[in-house]
């Protein structure tokens, strides 16, 4: 950003004239004859008045420069701040941004978000304050980035929603950081995996289920999709939705598992998607080794396209 001018070029011409003439006025005596008395002494005032107005409007443009150049200064010192602190403990990959509420923007390799804000020096946060600002608030969730304030006094993070404060400095937000992308690349893996496998799971039905209708991925009303929904040639509908999961399904207290991780999620849309279809929920897992399961009236089917349809039929 180009630093604005303290004067403008108007500025600069008056004052070049009235240095040029100031010892004019200065050393030339004054006239004996009270007329041109009165017109000198006015000159003078006018030479006064010039001087005057000159330093206002020098005044006026030091307080642009102040206002404009300060906060662009303050914001390039803190971008060069996390950037040498952050970026040999977190690696390549990662961008370093300014922001115009003060912070920094940081993007990581996963596609998460951060805004960066120092803390003041010595400022304390206790648990429930908020610390942002509701620009910087706005700012992030626009953006849907979790806001990190970062400070020196030492202690244990302190979180609350998408705000997130830091009293261990840079070595403790560096480490947070690291660990939420580490999870996020695990997550964004097994996102990708599962779209795979839908993918190829899909592809098959076309070959196993000659003389079935077959529709897929119908958009329901309330939002959400269903993978598969098939029709038996008798009529018979079966929504299916398509797991990546290789765990054996089971129920704990009314509560789905997939081997050992919790689906109460998967539960609760098997059945939202029975209701919007009318049909009879199924949930294939084509890479599962475990055969057939009838569980809380829903049908779990572990193994390839020849089992389900054996087992639709």
Known sequence: MPTPRLLRFRDL?????LIL???????RSPPSDTADFLGYRLGQFMWLLLW????????????????????????QDRLRTFQSGLGPRLGGG????????????????????????????????????W???????????????????????????LMQEDEVVFSGGLPQLAEQVAFWDEALAGENAARQRGRQVEAQALGQLDGVFAGWRIRKGLMMRTGGDVDALLTR????????????????????DGVLYLGRDEKAGVQKQLHHQARETGGRPVCW?????YGVRGLDGLLFVGGDARLLRQTLE
């Open 131 to 157: 610390v942002s600002m509701p620009e910087q608030l706005q700012a992030a969730r626009h953006e849907d980035a979790r806001v990190l304030h970062v400070g020196q006094g030492g202690g244990a993070p």
């Open 52 to 75: 005057l107005w000159i330093a206002w409007r020098g005044w006026q443009g030091w307080q642009r420069h102040r206002r404009t150049v300060g906060p662009v200064l303050l914001a």
């Open 233 to 252: 040639p008798d009529g018979q509908l079966f929504s299916v939705d398509v797991k990546s999961h290789r765990g054996e399904p089971s129920l704990h």
């Open 13 to 17: 011409v008056v004052i070049a004239l």
């Open 21 to 27: 003439f100031f010892p004019i006025g200065l050393f």
């Open 285 to 289: 897992q084509p890479e599962a080794q």
């Open 94 to 129: 990662y961008t370093y941004t300014s922001l115009p509420t003060g912070g920094v923007r940081l993007g990581s390799p996963q596609g998460a978000t951060y805004h960066l804000y120092p803390l003041a020096p010595g400022q304390t946060v206790t648990p429930g304050q």
